[in-house]
């Protein structure tokens, strides 16, 4: 044991850092003598924590608090607990845990699910493993320090003992939570690090796989809404009876008016009710309603760009200041200024947002759900309800792909309010049109970057302007402006080396619901801020690389805070997560070299180069592009290089870094919603169009940097550069800048 | 008014309006909730299903249409799950979050019985119509070829 890492109970809550994860501890390893946990734990098991139940039959239960929607984590959760207690990799049973703060923070959004609990799902596995220890060496009398868990077992080498861990079950319901426990060393894992098959892969090949839309419940019925166009607006005549008509169409009712703030609460509307999907749909279609859009009714797109344009021109409120940019601009051989706009975008997941709910004989509701989110949709299912949220239970399903929008279970309290008004089991689907155009949309922004060169071509000043509607208008009326949690998405992180620097951010008022989409503000920060480093290469007459090199300057630890930022780091530490240059220049140095950067490249093609930290992790990435004979972009090739610290299943993270390409270049050449009259005017895949196949480059190559650090996010941390390294690449073919997405706008998709 | 049909190589009278799509009847008079839905307009592929040798999608395609015919579904793809094209995706781990994976093991299945060993551009040009918001492409590429060889 001399090489494990021993870890107590406040060193754990120190390092977890947060409310949550103390929550988490407390509720789990607090429970005085006795094992607590699952609620119902029979006598034929034991569960140390509320993530572990050992049965006598041997079989480890594993319960997976947060989502699956694509990242890999009923795989890679497993992997990390089963690692620390020994358990064999076959003998595991995945349970999908219910929404329960009993869990700790169980948001599976912002790549946090390994970044900030590996240290708590190591330790939910390490207390069961030392425990079942604790067990055999009490049965036989001998020291526990001279025991071993290893394969599913508890081995004393000295009298050749040995007992499995179903055999050790009834002992240990009489050992004590141990007050610390240890990690083992890393060069003891089994599976963390190893790139382990999917756990569900035989179910989503086979049908079997169960998503939110998949619930049937006896006795259901089936609904479809039918939603103000304009957020916040109400219904100013309804005439149902044509929807009524419909065969198989059982009821039509009215939802409560949409809140201001929307927060998670339904939007309102008018459900159609049936006894299957399609009569709902059709109900639907016949419904007559007359609407009073409310205060976004004048909402145009394309005016509101030109506003927020005006506003960044204008400037805003200083976010982070060093040195004095002014007198750079004044001393310069070269100022530059740029303007660069990105849309509002729709998450859209393949499966849209769908939810089942029926109410109890208790007066609870019971919801089945694709949500990222299951405590926020118990308590917004509470809340539309009026009753506690203990008396709400959460079967989180299966999610068809999530990027943010299943964070925001408004979806899920429409079934619940539904189930309760008809008294039967309701699920409510959401069409392609509802969701592209009435959920959470990615925030639309508008940046001015201005920089000064000297003589040599050194950046000396660099200046920028962050303007866009905040999500924190979602969940307050007055919030005009950005805040600095999205400020430290990719803005006030900046981490170049130039001497001075004024960042600033401009207010804009929503008109939309605006909502987090996969890597948030990191979306637009990152194509404006490694599109305008490469326009200062080429200013500076430097290579694109060797530039981004010199303005990440030397390898130091950047602390926004010490230029006035309020920088929350993803909510972990920058000492253990710190903003290192040279961790990114090295993911520069890596991805160039595996793109071949600086080859002979074929008439016409281009080479692009972007680096941005997202999520307490590093990606870079290389585009090659050339333009067809069509005028359209081809992307030939992606190389990804990903810093991501210590890493728990490399084939997930390399498949997430494919996914981001893909996503990325989706936003890149297509992704935009536009809006008219306080509606979303696009509606379907064939006006907000993502990559097909036939558009996806021919190799998506991955390399995962070798790094001794705790780990860092990956769902959302590959997405960012991918739009400016395209962007960069398609200058380098053409010598056109464009600084605006989608590129469809400029002719080229 | 009932229609007639087999899904799966078993018999099937389902009691609904002919003009239903056949993915809700699948979905919610059949019970089989292994097709999925994306669009509803014939946009995604996600609902691909097999009607007698074809590929559809079943959102827009009326049940009535499938009267008498053989309706092959992802649950009826293989008996046991290991159809070529089913065993390559797992072995490649294909799936992300999995939910447009039926209709494109639909999709990469039908490619196969017409193509048994397809260029990349045959995969792009008959996959192109399967959209996956996950980004799958390349593993599926890698997955159509592996299945190619493996059946061979």
Known sequence: MSDMERISRREFLQRTGKAGGGLVLAVTLTSGCQPSGQDAVDEASVAPNVYVNIRDDGAVEIYCHRSEMGQGIRTCLPQVIADEMEADWDRIELIQALGDEKYGDQNTDGSTSIRQQFDLLRTAGATAREMLVAAAAATWGVPASECEAREHAVHHATSGESAGFGELVAAAADVAVPEEVAFKSADDYRYIGKSIDLIDGFDMTTGQANYGIDTVLPDMLYASIERCPAVGGTIASLDDAAARAVAGVADVLQLPDATSPPVFNPLGGVAVLANNTWAAQKGREALEIEWDYGANAAYDSATYREALAETARAGGRSVLERGDVEAAFGEAATVHEAEYFAPHLSQAPMEPPAAAARMTDDGGCEVWACTQAPQSAQQTVAGVLGIDKSKVKVHVTLLGGGFGRKSKPDFVAEAAWLARETGRPVKVTWTREDDIRQGYLHSVSAQCLKAALDADGNTTAWQQCTVFPSIGSTFDAAATGPNAMELGLGMTDNPYAVPNMRLEAGDAKAHLRIGWLRSVCNVYHAFANCSFADELAYLAGADPKDYLLQLLGPARLVDPGEDGAEYANYAQGLDTHPIDTGRIAAVVEKVADMAGWGRVLPDGHGLGIAVHRSFLSTVGTVAEVSVDDAGKLVVHELWTAIDAGLVVNPDRVISQMEGAGIFGMSLALHGELTAKNGAVVEGNFDTYPIVRMNEAPAAINVHIMEVDAPPGGVGEPGVPPVAPAIVNAYFAASGNRIRELPLRNSGLA | ?152
């Open chain 2, 1 to 152: 008014m009932a229609v007639d049909l087999t899904i799966n190589g078993q018999s099937f009278s389902l009691d609904v309006d002919p003009e239903m799509p056949l993915l809700w009847a699948l979905r919610d008079v059949a019970g089989l909730t292994g097709t999925k839905f994306g669009c509803g307009k014939a946009l995604c592929g996600i609902c691909n299903v097999n009607v007698d040798g074809q590929v559809v999608r079943s959102c827009v395609f009326p049940v009535a249409a499938a009267a008498g015919k053989n309706v092959t579904t992802i649950e009826g793809l293989s008996e046991d799950g290991n159809h070529p094209v089913q065993v390559a995706w797992r072995e490649l781990n294909v799936p992300q979050c999995g939910y447009c994976q039926p209709g494109q093991i639909i999709s990469a299945a039908a490619l196969l019985e017409r193509n048994p060993n397809p260029s990349d551009a045959d995969i792009d040009n008959a996959m192109s119509g399967n959209l996956c918001r996950c980004g799958t492409y390349t593993r599926i590429r890698a997955a159509i070829h592996k299945a190619a060889e493996d059946q061979s």
